[in-house]
């Protein structure tokens, strides 16, 4: 089995930024893709970012291009999400999540998840 552990989430002001980790433990873990995800209140899960294990193709929502970076630390079995210009409307409960999938950007294509860590974008 795989935990996955997100930290970095806090309360930053509209303008601001945050970085955002995922580790992943208890074994040893291969996985073509690594994604983050995130859940407002009343909304569904929608993707957010995705790189391969790779780290050759990453993909973001039209939403947060040009503002979020994802990247990866093979070596560690890490993944970040640099979330730069955050707006309030970025508030939500965030998901790191892994999938063994070379192409992942669904929910459900993705087997394992973190707690998830809370982000709030004050005005």
């Known amino acids: 089995q795989v935990q996955l552990v997100e930290s970095g989430g806090g309360l930053v002001q509209a303008g601001g930024s945050l970085r955002l980790s995922c580790a992943a433990s208890?074994?040893?873990?291969?996985?073509?893709?690594m994604g983050w995800f995130r859940q407002a209140p009343g909304k569904e899960r929608e993707f957010v970012a995705a790189i391969s294990w790779s780290g050759s193709i990453t993909y973001y929502a039209d939403s947060v291009k040009g503002r979020f970076t994802i990247s990866r630390d093979n070596a560690k079995n890490t993944v970040s999400l640099q979330m730069n210009s955050l707006k309030p409307e970025d508030t939500a409960v965030y998901y790191c999540?892994?999938?063994?999938?070379?192409?992942?950007?669904?929910?459900?294509?993705?087997?394992?998840w973190g707690q998830g860590t809370q982000v709030t974008v004050s005005s």
């Open positions: 208890g074994r040893t873990f291969s996985s073509y893709t």
């Open positions: 999540a892994a999938s063994s999938k070379v192409v992942a950007r669904r929910h459900w294509e993705y087997d394992y």
